[in-house]
C-alpha cells in the first residue's frame, strides 16, 4: 500500500506566491511520474504540472512561466512552487503519483495513486 501525504496550499492575495509538496510512502518499487492535478467544483480536475524520474517536466499552458515543479527521488517527493498566482488559480489541488508498487520487481503492479487533496485560494 503506498500513501502520499500533501502539504502546503492556503490563501494568498493575488500576485503571491504558494509551495505544495506531495511525499509518497509504502511499498514502491518505483515511481515515474510524479505530478500535479487541480480541480474546481462542477470542473473535471486538470494536469497542472508532471515531473518524470529523469525530471522531464511538462506543464499545463495557464501556469507556464509561474509554477514550477520538481522532485527529490531519494525521497519520494514532489513539490510545486507557484508564483504570480491569481483568483483563476484557485482550486483543490491533487497529488499523483504513478509507478510500481510491490516488495519488489517480482510482484509488481501498477501504481496510480492519488493524495486527499489540498485547498488553495488565490483573493483578488
Known amino acids: 500500500q503506498v500513501q502520499l501525504v500533501e502539504s502546503g496550499g492556503g490563501l494568498v492575495q493575488a500576485g503571491g506566491s504558494l509551495s505544495l509538496s506531495c511525499a509518497a510512502s509504502?511499498?514502491?518499487?518505483?515511481?515515474?511520474?510524479m505530478g500535479w492535478y487541480r480541480q474546481v467544483p462542477g470542473n473535471q480536475r486538470e494536469l497542472v504540472a508532471r515531473?518524470?524520474?529523469?525530471?522531464?517536466?511538462d506543464y499545463a499552458d495557464s501556469v507556464k512561466g509561474r509554477f514550477t515543479i520538481s522532485r527529490d527521488n531519494a525521497m519520494n517527493t514532489v513539490y510545486l512552487q507557484m508564483k504570480r498566482l491569481n483568483p483563476e488559480d484557485t482550486a483543490v489541488y491533487y497529488c499523483n503519483v504513478m509507478g510500481y508498487s510491490g516488495s519488489g520487481y517480482h510482484d509488481a503492479r501498477v501504481l496510480d495513486s492519488w493524495g486527499q487533496g489540498t485547498q488553495v485560494t488565490v483573493s483578488s
Open positions: 515531473v518524470t524520474s529523469g525530471h522531464s517536466t
Open positions: 509504502g511499498s514502491i518499487v518505483t515511481i515515474n511520474a
